[in-house]
């Protein structure tokens, strides 16, 4: 025997190789092709006693629901019937070597244009639980969204107790106005956009409305029974306010965060920001508890520090268990609202936010970078353009300016084509320059006195990053025109929040009080009001990737940035070609 080896006969390599192929026939077989189809109309609805045509997915408002099981591929072909440009997001969804499909307009495609079709195609990898979908161009997501529910590969349990139901909850805005027609406004008049009328559940307002009784037109109403759980899927697709949730007399216990497990932990009241999922268990009282004949309030209401105007109202759906008398819309609208923190309460969102771990088990393992490449500090907030920038337009902004938003004084100005095929073209010029700023081109007090000058600069400008490459982002809030809390979402990727504190950011003191055991993992992260949150991840997905803050009054004003990952030296490591049916600009 040479080298000591015994060579295996035919028959036990035949074996082998069977066993091999058993062991992985039932993961082989779990993972499915779903497909979807989008018909993206006008429809009439009429909320507040306003009726009017809005975009719709097949119709429906909101839009229809997704279900996949992780590692399964998902194939969603759009037909776009509207006279609007559109794209659409899959919100969360890693898009591993799958760029093309990520969806937002003019980053990784053009858009498709009416009458136009186009398929988005791609796989779920390593994620599970709630995402969310919505359309990426302009404030069309304000009607076109809908829930992406991620289930575990078959025979795999959750890490909690099971619940008797699931329920996806989409929390969101409505205008009696046409949004399009809200920001077309404010981009011409350099002010603040008008704000939204009432927030909603499912498509709904309630009865706290003027004009919205409680009616199942109008009213959601979720129906549970005594002593049952049930899982509640939590998503914000509010254009541009976080918001408090809660359940009077119920207390929630949260078990994830955007699609990746946490370390269950109770709350009376949430906070959840526009782009960010929760899945939290809600149990009903028992049978014999006086409770569970009753129906109560589930309400929400804006978090913000913002000095401009906000829709601060509150909205309520029912929860109403089975056998309870039948309420009046009058009884409804009296119902008892949860206690809701005042709008601007900073330390309750702090306190909420701190509770967050990965549950970071030996099956969901806090993959950390413990070491860094490459550090950056984006001062994140808002800004101003002189009036002389304005074309055919006014100047009704801060002191006769124009409102911008910026990262690192830098507004992001939208492309004509899209940055991803620019990029696997390797056709730069005129379309993007990396050399987005890695600090702010001049530092001051960020949360203290702002500087005198807060004129923005503008461009599409990136920052390049080898593959694989260990980043650390610290995303510090500015007082420039008023400190508030921006959540950001990055697209292509997971994150750490490895530290969060207020005030201005201390690398001597507060990188030694990182969590780099057990943080947890998002794809977006509200920068707290007049304070910084650090955040890690491995550049390991080529591609482009817009890292923007997902109020959209602040995207449409510029508060973007992106990320240009080059391919790795493995075939696996490639982007690959544009599909055939990409569109075009």
């Given amino acids: 025997m040479a080298g000591g080896r015994r060579r295996l006969s035919p028959a036990c390599l035949f074996l082998t190789v069977a066993l091999v192929v058993l062991v992985a026939l039932p993961e082989l077989a779990a993972a499915r092709t779903r497909r979807y189809t989008f018909n993206v109309t006008m429809a009439t609805v009429t909320r507040l006693c306003v009726t009017k045509s809005i975009p719709t997915v097949n119709g429906r408002f909101p839009g229809p629901r997704i279900v996949v099981r992780e590692g399964d591929r998902l194939v969603v072909q759009v037909h776009n019937n509207i006279n609007n440009n559109v794209t659409f997001h899959w919100h969360g969804v890693r898009q591993l070597r799958s760029g093309w499909s990520d969806g937002p307009s003019f980053i990784t495609q053009c858009p498709i244009r009416p009458g136009q079709s186009y398929a988005y195609d791609f796989r779920i990898v390593g994620q599970r639980g709630t995402l969310w979908w919505h359309a990426h161009f302009s404030w069309l997501r304000a009607t076109l969204y809908g829930p ?250 801060p002191n006769g300016t124009r409102f911008a938003a910026t990262m690192n004084n830098v507004s992001f100005t939208m492309p004509k084509t899209s940055l991803l095929q620019a990029h696997y073209q390797r056709r730069y010029s005129g379309v993007l320059t990396a050399n987005f700023p890695g600090v702010p081109p001049t530092p001051f007090n960020y949360t203290g006195t702002p500087p005198n000058n807060t004129f923005v600069t503008h461009g599409t400008r990136v920052v390049p990053l080898s593959f694989n490459t260990t980043v650390e982002v610290v995303l510090q809030d500015t007082s420039i025109l008023g400190a508030e809390s921006h959540p950001l979402h990055l697209h292509g990727y997971d994150f750490f929040v490895v530290g969060q504190g207020f005030g201005n950011y201390d690398a001597g003191n507060d990188t030694a009080k990182y969590n780099l055991v057990d943080p947890v993992q998002r794809n977006t992260i509200s920068v707290p009001t007049a304070g910084w949150v650090a955040i890690r991840f491995v550049a390991d997905n080529p591609g482009v990737w817009i890292m923007h803050c997902h109020l959209d009054v602040h995207l449409s004003w510029g508060l973007a940035m992106a990320w240009l990952v080059n391919d790795g030296p493995l075939p696996n490591q490639k982007l690959p070609p544009p599909p055939s049916d990409i569109p075009r600009c």
């Fill in 148 to 397: 992406l529910v991620i289930l575990p590969p078959r025979g795999v349990p959750y890490p909690f107790p099971k619940p008797h139901a699931e329920v996806p909850l989409m929390l969101g805005e409505w205008f009696n106005a046409d949004p399009e027609a809200v920001i077309k406004q404010a981009l011409q008049t350099g002010g603040g956009p008008n704000v939204s009328d009432a927030y909603t559940f499912n498509g709904l307002p309630g009865p706290t409305y003027n004009c919205s009784g409680g009616g199942a037109g109008d009213t959601f109403k979720l129906r549970v029974k005594p002593g049952k759980t049930y899982l509640l899927r939590l998503v914000n697709a509010a254009l541009n306010d976080e918001l408090f949730f809660a359940v009077a007399n119920h207390t929630l216990t949260v078990v994830q965060a955007d699609a990746s497990y946490v370390k269950p932990f109770t709350a009376d009241t949430l906070v959840i920001s526009p782009g960010q999922t929760m899945d939290v268990l809600l149990t009903a009282a028992a049978a014999t508890a006086p409770s569970s004949t009753a129906a109560y309030a589930i309400a929400v209401a804006p978090y913000t520090n913002t000095v401009g105007t906000f829709d601060n109202t509150t909205a309520i759906a029912v929860l109403e268990y089975y056998g309870a008398p039948p309420q009046s819309a009058a009884a409804l609208r009296n119902l008892p609202l949860p206690a809701l923190p005042l709008y601007n309460d900073t330390g309750a969102v702090a306190n909420f936010s701190a509770k967050f771990r990965s549950l970071a088990s030996a099956q969901y393992p806090a993959l950390v970078p413990r070491t860094v490449d490459r550090r950056f500090f984006f001062a994140v907030g808002l800004g101003a353009d002189p009036c002389q920038s304005r074309v055919n337009g006014t100047c009704q902004g």
